[in-house]
């Protein structure tokens, strides 16, 4: 098991640039893909980004594709969101994850979620 815990929201003017991260504990680091997630007022949750767990490969939805960026360290147990030219419709809790699993894209259903944090975008 993995516990997870996001930090780095807050509000933001459209084209601003904000970065989220996400510290693990609990178990080893380097044994969960990580990703992303967001969920909108009124949506379901989606999925944003994921990192492999050797940080080699990465996929992104075509939503934040060419804007956002996950990275991870393993030496700091901590995976990160760079997120650049911020839209309003980027507003939502962002929710960072975790598995042992990844089947390539977006075919990833996580079994270990932090607890969310608020990004606003203002127009």
């Known amino acids: 098991q993995v516990q997870l815990v996001e930090s780095g929201g807050g509000l933001v003017q459209a084209g601003g640039s904000l970065r989220l991260s996400c510290a693990a504990s609990g178990r080893t680091f380097e044994s969960y893909h990580m990703g992303w997630f967001r969920q909108a007022p009124g949506k379901e949750r989606e999925f944003v980004a994921v990192?492999?767990?050797?940080?080699?490969?990465?996929y992104y939805a075509d939503s934040v594709k060419g804007r956002f960026t996950i990275s991870r360290d393993n030496a700091k147990n901590t995976v990160y969101l760079q997120m650049n030219s911020l839209k309003p419709e980027d507003t939502a809790v962002y929710y960072c994850a975790a598995d042992g699993s990844w089947g390539g894209s977006s075919n990833y259903y996580p079994s270990y979620w932090g607890q969310g944090t608020q990004v606003t975008v203002s127009s």
């Open positions: 990192i492999s767990w050797g940080g080699g490969s990465t």
